[in-house]
Each structure stands twice: as C-alpha cells, then as structure tokens.
C-alpha cells in the first residue's frame, strides 16, 4: 500500500479522504494496549522499554504478564518459524553427563555418566546406599578392624604358659 | 587336678570332646604304651630284682640197716624237707627317661578355658586328663598292653614268652620213684608239677579316637597327625611310668597291687612217712641185711602261693 501523501494540488475533498485514511493507518489511540495511551512515540517507548528487558528475570516476568505457561513456553521455545530457533542453541554437555533431547527439549542425565569428580566429597550418605548392598569386593584388603565387627566375639588362641599366641575376632550374633 | 575336654574338628567346628572320646584316647594310650613299655621284666639267672621264691619238697629218710631185724619205724629217720630251692629270677627293668620337653608351650592338645580362650594343656593338664587314667588301667590286673604276667605253659594267646627258663618251679617228692626193693633209695627224688613263665602281653588292637587338635608353630589351631598324637601319647606314658611319683608301674611278687597272671604254688607231700622194709637176704641167715626206710607220702598241700604283683607307687 502506498504511502498517503497530500498534494498541493489536492482539492480539499481528496484532503478529507486522505487525512482520514491516514487517521485509519495511525488507529485509535485509545485502542492502545499499552500502558501509556497519550500517544504513539510514549507507547512505542514503554514497547522498548520491554524488549530491552532480556535476563531471566525480566523474561520470567515477560512470560508470567503475557500469562504463558509451560507448554507455551515449549510451543516458543520450539517454534521453528522463529528467526531463530531457540532450541538450536541449547547444547549438551557430555563432558559433565548432561544430555538434550531436542526433540523433548529436556535436558537429561544419560545413564553411566556421573563420574567421581561430578560427586562432591563426602556427599554419599548412609541413606544414598541400599541395604544389604556393600559387597565383598567394595571392601579394600585390610580395612576392616574388629571396632567395625557387630556384637564383638574374640578367641584367644594361648600356648599352655597363658601366653596369647592370636587374636581371632568375629561379629557375635 | 586339671582334667581338660580337648578340642577337636567337627564339621568345620571346634567341639569340646566328649567323655566317651577322652576314655577312648585313654585306651589309647594304654594301646601306645604297649608297643614300647618303659617298664619290663627280664628272666635272669640269679639275682632278680623282685623278692626270691622258694620251692619246698619232701624227702625220704635216711635208710637203716640191721644183720638181726628190721628197725622199727621209730628206730628209722623220719623224711624230711630238702633244703629250699630258691627261685630269684625276675627282674625289673625301668628304662631311663626324661619328661617329655613341651618346646615352645604348645606339645598338647589345646581346650576352651570357658573366657575366649583356646589354650595348649600343660603338662599336668595332660597328666590328669588321660595318662593317671591310663596308668591305672594298666595296673588293674587285667592283660593290659605291655604289661607282664605269670602262666604255666610256654605259649600263651596274645602273649610273649620272655624267657623258656621257668621263674618258678613246683616240685614234689616222687611217691612212685620210691619203692621197697629199692631201698636204699636217693632220698631226694623229686617231680615237677608245674612251670612258671613270664610273659608279656602284646600290643592288641588299636583303639579308634578322635585326634584333637593342637597349636602349630604359626599359632594356628591343627589336628594332629594320627601318628604324631601317638608318638606324643607314648613319651608322657613311658615317662609317667617310671619318673612320677605314685605312677611308677611296679611289679612285685606278692607285694601290693593286683595279681598278674597265675599264682605260682609251692605244694609238698603233708604225710609223716611211708615206713617200708626190705630184706636183704635168706631168713636166719648172716649175711642176710635187715633194710628200712621212709619215703614222703601224703597229699600235696600249699605251702605258699607267690604271685607277681603290679601297681602304681
């Protein structure tokens, strides 16, 4: 559509026609969803203001005044018509056992990929091990002392002078 | 007194034995004892280390003549007893043993002091647990393994003949060796009624145990080997036997402890005499001799019994 200019020339009824239009082109103002309705350049402005918001908080806001939830959010995030798909900027991280399932658009933990150093220290508790699952072979040579042993059952094994040869313990009952 | 309950192996357990097991072992020692006892008797010529033994007999007396009549039996010697025989022949033989050395405190077997413990037996704890017992096994008179006895005949069932010289010798006067028409006869005529003979009894059968177990060099708790528990079993038996006061096997002949084997029995002749003639001669004639005797009559009585004896002491 061209653009509505206004000619010298222009008899006053073709000025009417064309002032309207252009009336038509600029709309309502007080249609304006914005927040500020005084006038076009203050309601583009609060526009700007807005799109220059762009770390988490003020996208959690965008979304949480746009009311979006969390499969618009996916929809969005997913929308291929976009200039840019978002999707195609999020990355797995196998090196630290993060995987991405694009088509899902999740993150997640491969099996077999925690390693020792993705555990902090001393942060396997007592409740993280299953019962009765320690097995022999967990246990290092000469690291259990009769202090670990259950109800402490000890044989002395003595010559005939009372002198104790060895020390034998085992777990009572 | 220590009597100990040794430990043995039972199904991957130690299991303090039962009084059954410990008898058996006692048996044992008493089987081990008889392959080698510490204490024997020999048969020597003279001299015997056990009391001597004497053998009593009758004999007749000496004979009477007369050229006009026969002496009457008063007028003629009565019979009389020969002069003992002594019998001094057995003696005992201890052989010369030191204890056992228990090397390192661990040469017995090992039982549950009842507060943790396992411990080797000490010496008296081996002593009073199966040796005394088998000691007094071996003295109780029966034919026990490696001990000695007396019997009348060379041969005996489970037994071996020490010596074919008999110990002992009963004898008589020879009632039929005596007649009229001999007299004058020797007036010692003797018999033999019976030989004695020492024997030892052999070693019977093995008595089936259970081996205990012992404290090895590494401190380790092993069974025994059969043959090293018996080895062991005879040291302290032999040592007991002839080194520990009021365990010392003694024989003796008719001392205290219980009998071994037959008595041996003096017997003799218990009549006055048997007053016999003999004419030498026509009746009236000169030449002719009157001849008396007595010979030894009667029916045998004891004299004595002599029996050798076995005990502790």
Known sequence: MAVTQINLSDAVTTLVTKTNTIASDLGDKALLSTTDKTNLVAAINEINTQVGKVDSADVINLITANALDSSEVIQLLADTTADANIYSNFQKDSANGIGFDSSQGRFFIPPNTINASMIELNAVTEVKIANNSITEDKMADDAISSVELKSLSTLLIKDSAGSTLKTIHGAGV | MAARRPLYYDSGNLREMSEAMITSIQNR??????????????????????????????????????????????????????????????????????????????????????????????????????????????????????????????????????????????????????????????????????????????????????????????????????????????????????????????????????????????????????????QDGPSGSPSTVYRTQEFPNGSPQTINTYFLKITRS
């Open chain 2, 29 to 278: 020692c008493v089987y081990v004892y008889g392959s080698d006892p510490s204490v024997t008797l020999s048969v020597v010529g003279s001299s015997g280390t056990l009391d001597s033994m004497s053998d009593t007999r009758m004999q007749a007396g000496t004979d009477t003549t007369d050229s006009t009549n026969f002496d009457t039996e008063s007028e003629t010697p009565n019979i009389s007893q020969v002069t003992p025989i002594v019998f001094d022949k057995i003696s005992q033989v201890n052989a010369s043993l030191s204890a056992p050395t228990d090397t390192n405190n661990r040469l017995y077997p090992v039982y549950y002091d009842g507060s943790g413990a396992v411990q080797a037996m000490t010496a008296t704890d081996m002593f009073d647990t199966f040796i005394t017992q088998a000691i007094t096994t071996l003295v109780d008179g029966n034919d026990r393994d490696g001990t000695f006895r007396i019997h009348t005949a060379t041969s005996l069932t489970d037994h071996t003949l020490i010596s074919s010289t008999p110990v002992f010798t009963d004898t008589r006067a020879d009632v039929a060796a005596y007649t009229d028409a001999g007299i004058p006869e020797t007036r010692d005529q003797p018999t033999t009624i019976t030989n004695y003979y020492v024997f030892r009894t052999n070693q019977g059968t093995a008595p089936s145990i259970t081996v205990p177990f012992q404290v090895t060099t590494g401190n380790d708790l092993q069974t025994y080997s059969a043959s090293a528990f018996d080895a062991m079993l005879l040291a302290e038996m032999r040592h007991h036997t002839v080194n520990t006061v009021g365990s010392r096997i003694t024989y003796s002949i008719n001392g205290t402890g219980a009998n071994r084997g037959t008595g041996m029995v003096d017997t003799r002749l218990d009549g006055s005499g048997n007053y016999q003639q003999r």
